[in-house]
């Protein structure tokens, strides 16, 4: 959809080459994020973007950022940790659940002031970009409005065709579940809800909803997934880099691996997308261009994600309920 109504030709490069955040730290969402400049490959070639997804120094990625780096990394440790001994792999667990714990705390006390340093950041882009840049902006915001959309038609013809639910009512169980993720833009904060959601309302096992809904949070990021590609495409577009198909699908494949290890936290997503833009060859500084309206379309891709949680739980339990009528009637 990018591709069909390049949003990103509506700006001019030299109005991005007059801003340039190169070396301020980016407040995104309680989420602080260095963004530097990299220099501009036009043509990217599709083997170079697969090489630079594996970390020389894993310690170095960590220090800098690179979060596609340290997805590929985390995985390839994460199958090591599951080939050793559970005793002697139980204390680095530990440890990982207490960092995760002091990182979301800290997190927490930065999002106090996040509206204020998105409101400061949407200022300075209008004020030195000009409001002819708002026309490219409305298409960008439109396009990724329009790719959620399509995904949640799709999960609602999944709904109907295999739970046989009609999509408005279905949409009428969930509508609070909804609410509540569109406002806290957190899939994680909204799990229990959604557990609740899906075991009272649409008549999911609990079983299945508690197995189901929490590694959806996790690993389900579709609408995030969605949002990075169009945003890394615009970008690419705003600087007149040409991006191949083999270039565009490793794009692609490589979004869904950063969705995937994306935190469920609000504004993580633009971050990740700072990682992705370097893979591309895409400047990070243009990153500044989304902020001032990322929060609606985190806000939106939340609500999206969430949709995602609940419609692949109560497939899930359809599927697990007609095999066992199957079964038993059989037998």
Not at 279 to 296: E, M, N
């Amino acid at each position: 959809m990018t591709e069909l109504f390049k949003p990103g030709t509506y700006i001019s490069q030299v109005m991005v080459g007059d801003f340039s955040v190169e070396g301020i730290p980016q407040a995104v969402d309680g989420v602080s994020v260095e963004l530097q400049e990299n220099p501009v490959d036009r043509h990217l070639s599709a083997p170079r973007s697969l090489v630079n997804l594996i970390p020389a120094n894993p310690l170095r990625s960590a220090l800098e950022g690179s979060m596609l780096q340290i997805v590929v990394f985390s995985i390839f440790f994460g199958i090591a940790l599951l080939s050793i001994q559970s005793t002697r792999a139980r204390p680095f667990w530990d440890i990982a659940i207490s960092l995760q714990e002091v990182a979301m705390k800290i997190v927490s006390w930065a999002m106090m002031i996040a509206p204020l340093a998105v409101f400061g950041l949407l200022t300075e882009i209008t004020a030195k970009l000009g409001f002819d840049a708002i026309v490219g902006m409305g298409g960008y915001v439109g396009t990724v409005m329009l790719g959620l959309l399509c995904l949640l038609l799709f999960y609602l013809v999944l709904v109907y065709a295999i739970a046989r639910i009609p999509p408005l009512s279905f949409l009428r169980h969930i509508r609070e579940l909804q609410l509540l993720a569109f406002s806290t833009s957190s899939s994680a904060a909204v799990i229990p809800l959604s557990i609740e959601t899906a075991t009272k309302r649409l008549g999911v096992t609990e079983s299945t909803a508690n197995f189901v809904i929490p590694i959806g949070a996790s690993i389900n990021m579709d609408g995030t997934a969605i949002y990075q590609v169009i945003a890394a495409v615009f970008l690419a577009q705003v600087y007149g880099i040409d991006l191949s198909v083999p270039a565009l699908l490793l794009l692609s494949a490589t979004t869904i691996g950063a969705s995937i290890g994306a935190p469920s936290t609000p504004g993580v997503g633009i971050v990740v997308l700072a990682t992705i833009l370097g893979g591309i060859g895409v400047p990070v500084s243009g990153i500044a261009l989304l902020i001032g309206v990322d929060r609606i379309l985190d806000m939106s891709r939340t609500l999206v994600n969430v949709t995602g949680d609940i419609t692949a739980c109560l497939v899930l339990d359809r599927l697990l309920s007609n095999k066992y009528e199957i079964n038993h009637n059989s037998t």
